[in-house]
């Protein structure tokens, strides 16, 4: 007797369902990628994964129990994945791809929605863009990196996402109100007077 509860193997066959959204396979299986954490119907029109980072469910119930969620887009269980949740996806891949350019196109895809509504509903429930989102990774970063290493404000920027220095620095001035030099000498300042204590 099969084990109900085996994973599902990814086979040639199910791959091409997945790579061409072929509808004759939804509910027959099920995909979820591994690094965004969503589930899917084979049909589904988002950005095909890289391969190593899918897994194959027979049913819906299955994944859910592996914690993975709903598409927004496919809707694989019939259901709207609730707003909050979804923006949870996106919050998470964004604190794991920090490092990258991420275009809100890129994210939509990623995190399956249309990058208007997308843009909309990230707004709402953070208060705040997906883009200044990204920001206060990069600089909250950035100030680990200046507090707890010798590294460069050019290096610092390349390390947290900026491609270039000056715009690095602009922008760190505007979020703190001083430059990555000056914040770094402020907490060597606060450290010689906590050790002087």
Same mark, same amino acid.
């Given at each position: 007797m099969?084990?109900? =509860?085996?994973?599902e193997?990814?086979?040639e066959?199910?791959w091409?369902?997945i790579v061409h +959204?072929? =509808?004759?396979?939804?509910f027959?299986?099920?995909?979820a990628?591994?690094?965004?954490g969503i589930?899917?119907? !084979?049909?589904?029109?988002s950005?095909? !994964?890289?391969?190593? +980072?899918? $897994?194959?469910f027979?049913n819906?119930e #299955?994944?859910? $129990?592996?914690?993975?969620? !709903?598409?927004k887009?496919?809707k694989?269980?019939g =259901?709207r /994945?609730?707003?909050r949740e979804?923006?949870?996806?996106m919050?998470?891949?964004?604190d794991? +791809?920090?490092?990258?350019? /991420?275009?809100l196109?890129? /994210?939509?895809e990623?995190?399956?929605g249309? !990058?208007?509504?997308?843009?909309?509903t990230?707004k709402?429930?953070?208060?705040?863009t997906?883009?200044?989102?990204?920001? +206060?990774?990069r600089?909250?970063?950035?100030?680990?990196y200046?507090?707890n290493?010798?590294?460069?404000?050019?290096?610092?920027?390349? /390390?947290v996402?900026?491609?270039?220095t000056?715009?690095?620095?602009?922008?760190f001035?505007?979020?703190?109100g001083?430059?990555?030099?000056e914040? $770094?000498? #402020?907490r060597?300042? =606060?450290g010689?007077?906590?050790g002087?204590?």
């Amino acid at each position: 007797m099969p084990d109900l =509860e085996a994973p599902e193997m990814l086979t040639e066959e199910k791959w091409e369902a997945i790579v061409h +959204n072929d =509808e004759s396979y939804d509910f027959k299986f099920f995909y979820a990628v591994k690094s965004t954490g969503i589930f899917c119907r !084979p049909s589904c029109k988002s950005k095909v !994964p890289n391969r190593e +980072n899918v $897994r194959i469910f027979r049913n819906a119930e #299955q994944a859910i $129990r592996e914690e993975f969620r !709903p598409c927004k887009r496919c809707k694989p269980t019939g =259901e709207r /994945l609730p707003d909050r949740e979804w923006v949870e996806v996106m919050t998470q891949y964004m604190d794991q +791809n920090f490092a990258e350019p /991420l275009s809100l196109t890129e /994210l939509a895809e990623v995190c399956h929605g249309s !990058p208007y509504h997308l843009h909309r509903t990230f707004k709402k429930v953070m208060h705040m863009t997906p883009a200044e989102y990204m920001q +206060n990774i990069r600089i909250g970063k950035a100030k680990d990196y200046l507090r707890n290493t010798g590294k460069t404000a050019a290096e610092i920027g390349m /390390l947290v996402g900026f491609q270039h220095t000056s715009y690095f620095i602009t922008v760190f001035k505007k979020m703190t109100g001083v430059t990555p030099t000056e914040y $770094r000498q #402020q907490r060597v300042e =606060e450290g010689n007077e906590d050790g002087g204590a």
